[in-house]
């Protein structure tokens, strides 16, 4: 599976950015695409994932202001990030996986080369 991110860059604090991971390759059934971010000097943390069935999954601290959307062919999956705030600076990265939720993406199969988001205060 190959992933693309794009969307990413600069915005005010409380701006919205919409991220786009579009899929292509072994698009399986059980395939679970999510997004993660990483800022400068942290480890890389999980925010979202979708499966086909439409199921999603949130960590709870980024509940509320990310929403993860797609089709059920997850061609093409969104992150959309609202009331951004400057911690949310960070790389965000589309990862994928074959089984249920979070678990498959521990670790994820296939990652994305990753897309900038800068918030400035």
């Known amino acids: 599976v190959q992933l693309v991110e794009s969307g990413g860059g600069s915005v005010q604090a409380g701006g919205s950015l919409r991220l786009s991971c579009k899929a292509s390759?072994?698009?399986?059934?059980?395939?679970?695409i999510g997004w993660f971010r990483q800022a400068p000097g942290k480890a890389r943390e999980r925010i979202s994932c979708?499966?086909?069935?439409?199921?999603?999954e949130y960590v709870d601290s980024m509940k509320g202001r990310f929403s993860i959307s797609g089709d059920n062919t997850l061609n093409t999956v969104y992150l959309q990030m609202n009331t951004l705030k400057p911690e949310d600076t960070a790389a965000y990265y589309c990862?994928?996986?074959?089984?249920?939720?979070?678990?498959?993406?521990?670790?994820?199969?296939?990652w994305g080369r990753g897309t900038q988001v800068v918030v400035s205060s």
């Open positions: 990862a994928a996986g074959y089984g249920t939720g979070f678990h498959a993406l521990q670790p994820p199969a296939y």
């Open positions: 390759g072994d698009i399986l059934d059980d395939l679970v």
């Open positions: 979708i499966s086909r069935n439409g199921d999603t």
